[in-house]
């Protein structure tokens, strides 16, 4: 066990430089990874947050919702900085219809639970996180048309039922599980707990690989503009989230988790809706898949800065 442990304190110590080897690795050289199916990535966030779940008791979520101002104004957050952010970089670098159409609804599109994950491991206000995710994924049916609609002048049919499906699923139902078996077994999840680290870097990484892989041709026949764009979107979405909790006071936990949230897009889903919303504009799908690849290298790189805080 004690070996256990050193190896999971290495992979949490080494995390940014070990996911970006490994998303290197995918993007130029594919056929290493392209064993590892894109539908694994659900199955392994579910590892993840029935791991976030063990380490969780009832205070956390008291304090939660004891505190409902935080979630409402990351939620609030959420839906005004990233959308105006993808609109002003669209219009900055002249990015033609079908790639504004696709950053503009990866801006509009709630956080994504990798957010809980990269907090998790950034030693992050986790319920909080969570709290947010549930929330910005419950209002995005009728705020990412909504917003889709204001900056770009067409509206975007969302799927409500699979949304909501997707955040039980993925999100409530691991985390469930492992809070109650924290709750009833904590004197064994206790152990557990020190290896936790080395499950999620594997899982990350291996979300990593099923990405970039199965999408490399598309990143790398995609011009430099589109890529400039995605990252300072992300990298401005991180600073604008730890901006406002400094500014609102939060402590060090909470602010990581408002940083995590905001940076972080549910680009999944921004990449299935443009499919289906833009049929005639077939770059649309590509801000989303860049995004994919992106957020989770930057934010396990994020993710090593914050837990040395």
Not at 25 to 31: C, E, K, R, T, V
Not at 63 to 68: A, G, K, N, S, Y
Not at 93 to 108: D, Y
């Amino acid at each position: 066990m004690r070996i256990l442990e050193k190896i999971s304190s290495f992979f949490g110590r080494f995390m940014a430089i070990i996911v970006l080897a490994v998303a290197a690795l995918s993007l130029f050289w594919p056929q290493t990874t392209l064993w590892v199916q894109t539908s694994w990535v659900n199955p392994l966030l579910m590892v993840v947050m029935f791991g976030m779940g063990l380490t969780l008791s009832i205070e956390d979520f008291k304090l939660v919702f004891t505190r409902p101002r935080d979630i409402l104004l990351g939620c609030l957050a959420q839906f005004t900085i990233m959308p105006l952010l993808a609109f002003a970089l669209g219009k900055l670098f002249g990015l033609e219809a079908g790639l504004l159409a696709g950053v503009i609804l990866v801006g509009t599109c709630p956080g994504g639970t990798s957010s809980n994950v990269m907090t998790y491991l950034a030693k992050g206000d986790v319920a909080l996180s969570v709290g947010m995710t549930s929330v910005n994924t419950l209002l995005a049916p009728i705020l990412t048309p909504a917003i889709t609609y204001l900056l770009l002048r067409t509206t975007v049919s969302v799927d409500v039922f699979s949304m909501f499906l997707s955040i039980v699923q993925v999100v409530i139902i691991p985390i469930a599980l492992g809070f109650l078996i924290n709750r009833f077994f904590g004197k064994y999840t206790k152990a557990a707990g020190k290896v936790l680290p080395l499950v999620s870097v594997i899982a990350i990484c291996l979300i990593v690989a099923a990405v970039v892989s199965h999408n490399a041709e598309k990143i790398l026949s995609t011009g430099f503009v589109v890529f400039a764009v995605v990252i300072l979107h992300n990298l401005l979405g991180y600073a604008a989230g730890f901006g406002l909790g400094k500014c609102l006071r939060l402590d060090n936990a909470r602010t990581k988790a408002l940083s995590m949230e905001i940076g972080m897009q549910n680009s999944g889903l921004a990449t299935s809706l443009a499919a289906t919303a833009f049929p005639n504009l077939a770059l649309a799908t590509v801000p989303g898949a860049i995004f994919s690849v992106w957020h989770n290298i930057s934010g396990a790189i994020l993710a090593n800065v914050y837990r040395r805080m």
